[in-house]
């Protein structure tokens, strides 16, 4: 019969962590929470669509609808 080697006991290695958020629990949430974030940052562009600072430095710039959100005024319609 041969005798197995003597262990003292498990072998614990702890994981490295950020308030209690380890790396691979954090990876798996990333995915669905960038999911998220990009259906927000969706939802407060459309719902602030006419804000004219936002139309001028955000919705103009975009190639095909941003002559939509061009309110340039004619001369011959400009009382001044």
């Known amino acids: 019969m041969v005798s197995k080697s003597y262990v ?3 072998s614990y ?3 490295p962590h950020l308030l209690n958020f380890t790396i691979p629990n954090t990876l798996k949430w990333v995915p669905a929470l960038g999911l998220w974030g990009a259906a927000a940052g969706a939802g407060v562009l459309f ?3 006419s804000i004219p600072r936002l139309q001028r430095d955000v919705y103009q710039k975009i190639p ?3 002559s939509y959100f ?3 005024v004619p001369a011959t319609d400009s009382p001044f």
Do not use: E, R, W
């Open 13 to 15: 290695k702890a994981l």
């Open 47 to 49: 719902f602030a669509d």
């Open 8 to 10: 003292s006991g498990p």
């Open 64 to 66: 095909v609808v941003g």
């Open 70 to 72: 061009d309110k340039s």
